[in-house]
């Protein structure tokens, strides 16, 4: 039931003109793809500086909420123009990019590092007095930083794989793989 | 100087090989070098945006410095040693390919001005610099990275 509604919602929005105008384009696509990867060195790149302070691994004399306080109004930035970017790009391929196994992984993967950042941050506000300025924080801040990294890491290779067709719901796959990837239609993507 | 005999090496080497015998070992190279623009990105706009007074404004901007340029580094292997592997794959495509050009002398101007220029100035005392200076070497210093990787995001597009 999910799976129809959310492929009658891609067609919809497949149907509207400017959704084919950008996936027609010679150089939109192109251009909004490119903004989206760049931008992932402003939001991804903060990121891993405030991870690598909580890992201990950059930045250990300085107060590690300092750290997260600074870099949080610029990664902010790069994540709002990843999600514009990114529903763009998927605006301009939506019946495909619904039923790609990758896309439900990628979503998944940025609700769980949402999740862990949410945690993370009231977990840091709520004890990082008492170790802020250790050069290195707690275990599981730690880990929580650690977390960070790895779900965010799954994002990128998720998003970078939405383009590979390995498991295309067009091709012959378990049938594991057609329950994951969501098919209702099969050839929808060329419809 | 031709390159082409290198090129011609590498379509020839065990690396490309393996790449174009496996094709998902291509694809799963290319998002470690992803991960790697993100690392190294990410220095190179923590360390400049602090040299223009725009972030981490109350850290000595030597500091930042010094911490964002070790993982600068690592960011910078990982790309290159992606980077290499990538190339196997489609040397001879790439060797005619006018963006794959342009990223590699944006790399290599990069990889000089870091080095060359960038660290040995940044080494000392910046106050002693001239705030001007700082602000060129930063300005420069986004403009030839963001350079490498828009070029090197346009090499599928060419």
Redesign the interface.
């Known amino acids: 039931m999910l799976n129809e509604t959310l492929l009658s919602l891609a067609r919809w929005l497949d149907s509207q003109s400017w959704s084919t105008q950008i996936h027609e384009s010679i150089y939109l696509y192109?251009w909004i793809?490119?903004t989206h990867?760049?931008s992932?060195?402003?939001f991804?790149?903060?990121?891993?500086?405030i991870d690598?302070r909580m890992l201990g691994w950059?930045?250990d004399?300085?107060p590690a909420s300092?750290?997260a306080n600074?870099?949080d109004k610029?990664m902010m930035i790069g994540f709002a123009i990843m999600l514009i970017s990114g529903f763009l790009l998927y605006y301009a391929i939506p019946v495909r990019t619904t039923q790609s196994i990758w896309f439900r992984t990628k979503v998944i993967l940025l609700i769980l590092a949402g999740i862990n950042a949410f945690l993370f941050r009231a977990k840091m506000q709520a004890s990082a007095s008492s170790w802020d300025l250790d050069p290195i924080p707690p275990k599981r801040i730690r880990v929580g930083a650690g977390l960070s990294l790895l779900l965010w890491?799954g994002v990128?290779?998720t998003g970078?794989?939405i383009a590979?067709d390995?498991f295309d719901c067009r091709r012959e796959l378990p049938y594991m793989m057609y329950w994951a990837a969501g098919c209702v239609d099969e050839m929808a993507a060329f419809q | 100087m031709d390159l082409y005999p290198l090129f011609e090496w590498l379509d020839t080497s065990l690396l490309a090989d393996i790449s174009k015998a496996y094709g998902g070992t291509f694809a799963v190279i290319q998002m470690f070098h992803l991960m790697g623009m993100a690392l190294m990105g990410g220095m190179v706009l923590v360390g400049d945006l602090r040299l223009l007074n725009i972030l981490l404004k109350d850290l000595p901007s030597e500091m930042v410095i010094e911490n964002t340029h070790k993982w600068f580094g690592v960011g910078l292997t990982i790309m290159i040693m992606s980077g290499i592997f990538m190339s196997s794959a489609v040397a001879m495509k790439l060797y005619y390919n006018s963006m794959f050009a342009a990223k590699m002398a944006a790399l290599a101007t990069g990889i000089v001005f870091v080095y060359a220029i960038r660290k040995p100035l940044l080494a000392g005392d910046h106050t002693e610099l001239n705030p001007w200076t700082l602000r060129i070497v930063a300005v420069t210093s986004i403009m030839i990275w963001f350079t490498v990787a828009a070029s090197g995001r346009w090499i599928g597009f060419s």
């Open positions: 192109s793809e490119t990867v760049l992932l060195m402003i991804l790149g903060m990121l891993c500086v690598l950059a930045f004399k300085v300092t750290i600074r870099l610029p890491s990128v290779i970078r794989a590979y390995w």
